[in-house]
């Protein structure tokens, strides 16, 4: 392929990230930000105080697009798009997250039980001075989950970097009884709204 062909930034170390955008065939170069106790504070993705969770994926995903612009520039990286995306649950008007660890996803997995949540993920593309966000709403409901079938899943570590602590691809599919919206967005890239707003930056889809 030409160096000129079209490409994009992936601001993100998701794998299913990775997976989805080459489900599309989109030609992307993959741009990390430093984590642990050197994370960069601009893609801190603290809640802020009474914060709702729509406005809070739309502005981490934001965040972190913005900053992998500015990486571009001081990396002397290709100046092409940087997508970014963020996914969080709502659930009774909480932002639920990513688990602290397995105590946690277990409570997490046991609040889901029986009951309908929401997925949110906000897709970002910035390129220069243009900055646009897309978000992808999705409903999901959950079977009643054993408290066996948790331990169980907890234990295969599959829930630890996801949000609300399951990945609807891998093990956690069979305690979905119900799902409205965008399947790909749940995974953490609504492909539909994606290929829209790349199309917006001219991205040949």
Same mark, same amino acid.
């Given at each position: 392929?030409? =160096?000129?062909?079209? $490409?994009?930034?992936?601001?993100?170390?998701?794998?299913?990230?990775?997976?989805?955008?080459?489900?599309?065939?989109?030609?992307?170069?993959?741009?990390?930000?430093?984590?642990?106790?050197?994370?960069?504070?601009?893609?801190?993705?603290?809640?802020?105080?009474?914060?709702?969770?729509?406005?809070?994926?739309?502005?981490?995903?934001?965040?972190?697009?913005?900053?992998?612009? $500015?990486?571009?520039?001081?990396?002397?990286?290709?100046?092409?798009?940087?997508?970014?995306?963020?996914?969080?649950?709502?659930?009774?008007?909480?932002?639920?997250?990513?688990?602290?660890?397995?105590?946690?996803?277990? $409570?997490?997995?046991?609040? =889901?039980?029986?009951?309908?949540?929401?997925?949110?993920?906000?897709?970002?593309?910035?390129?220069?001075?243009?900055?646009?966000?897309?978000?992808?709403?999705?409903?999901?409901?959950?079977?009643?989950?054993?408290?066996?079938?948790?331990?169980?899943?907890?234990?295969?570590?599959?829930?630890?970097?996801?949000?609300?602590?399951?990945?609807?691809?891998?093990?956690?599919?069979?305690?979905?009884?119900?799902?409205?919206?965008?399947?790909?967005?749940?995974?953490?890239?609504?492909?539909?709204?994606?290929?829209?707003?790349?199309?917006?930056?001219?991205?040949?889809?």
């Amino acid at each position: 392929m030409s =160096l000129l062909a079209p $490409r994009i930034h992936l601001a993100s170390r998701s794998p299913r990230r990775r997976e989805l955008l080459t489900q599309l065939g989109v030609q992307f170069d993959t741009l990390l930000f430093r984590d642990g106790t050197r994370a960069d504070v601009e893609t801190d993705e603290t809640p802020q105080p009474g914060e709702d969770p729509v406005a809070y994926v739309q502005r981490v995903a934001r965040a972190k697009a913005e900053h992998g612009w $500015r990486c571009v520039g001081w990396r002397h990286l290709r100046p092409q798009p940087v997508l970014s995306a963020d996914t969080t649950l709502e659930f009774d008007n909480e932002i639920i997250g990513k688990p602290l660890d397995a105590a946690d996803a277990m $409570r997490i997995l046991g609040r =889901l039980s029986g009951r309908t949540h929401r997925v949110l993920t906000a897709v970002t593309v910035c390129c220069e001075a243009r900055v646009e966000t897309v978000l992808s709403v999705s409903e999901v409901r959950f079977g009643a989950l054993d408290p066996a079938d948790i331990r169980r899943y907890v234990a295969s570590g599959e829930p630890m970097d996801k949000a609300g602590a399951y990945g609807i691809q891998g093990r956690a599919g069979m305690f979905v009884e119900h799902i409205a919206g965008s399947y790909s967005g749940v995974m953490g890239l609504p492909l539909f709204e994606t290929a829209q707003l790349l199309r917006r930056f001219n991205y040949p889809l």
